[in-house]
């Protein structure tokens, strides 16, 4: 906004670009030295008058040069900002250089950024679907070992407890032959026995 109102104090308003050699007339409107001289050239002799107040003159007064407007004018305006309209100079088209190569630079590295991200978020996402699946083999491998430990140790039990019947049926056949009294029929019964079990 501010930039609009300083291009409005430093254009001409008959040419309405920004003043060459300013001068401002007695009634205290400013114009270009040569706009002004070309309008009066125009009107009748004798007939000067402002062209913003219509106030007449007598007599060509003499243009008395505008030194702030000159100094503030004369600037020399490199560029205009398409945006805000705003004329810089050469130091403050440098600075403003600057500053879109930091804008354009920023852009870059937070391209860069997005697309290291985008690497590294593919990366782990990847680490954890292979550990993911690695976690699924070894519970497999885990539950198959324990159903082998499992079945070896029943068939294991099952062995014992047919060994178990078998030395519960001796001992329950010594202890019978340990109560008879006749050693004859003792080792008749344990040869029938024997002959049995084989």
Request: charged share 35%.
């Amino acid at each position: 906004m501010a930039s609009v109102n300083l291009k409005a104090e430093v254009t001409c308003p008959l040419c309405k670009d920004i003043y060459t050699d300013p001068v401002t007339l007695t009634c205290g409107h400013s114009y270009c030295r040569l706009c002004i001289t070309k309008t009066w050239d125009n009107q009748e002799e004798g007939e000067s008058s402002c062209p913003e107040c219509r106030y007449r003159f007598r007599e060509r007064s003499e243009l008395k040069r505008n030194l702030r407007l000159c100094n503030i004018a004369e600037i020399p305006a490199v560029r205009t900002c398409l945006l805000c309209e705003a004329s810089m100079c050469e130091n403050h088209l440098g600075a403003e250089k600057r500053v879109q190569n930091l804008v354009e630079r920023r852009r870059k590295v937070q391209e860069k950024a997005a697309g290291v991200t985008e690497r590294v978020t593919a990366l782990i996402r990847d680490i954890k679907e292979r550990l993911e699946d690695l976690e699924k083999r070894v519970l497999s491998e885990i539950s198959r070992q324990e159903e082998q430990v499992s079945s070896q140790l029943s068939d294991l039990i099952w062995h014992l407890e047919v060994e178990k019947q078998k030395l519960s049926r001796k001992i329950g056949d010594i202890e019978e032959l340990c109560d008879m009294t006749d050693p004859l029929t003792v080792l008749q019964r344990t040869g029938i026995r024997q002959r049995r079990l084989l």
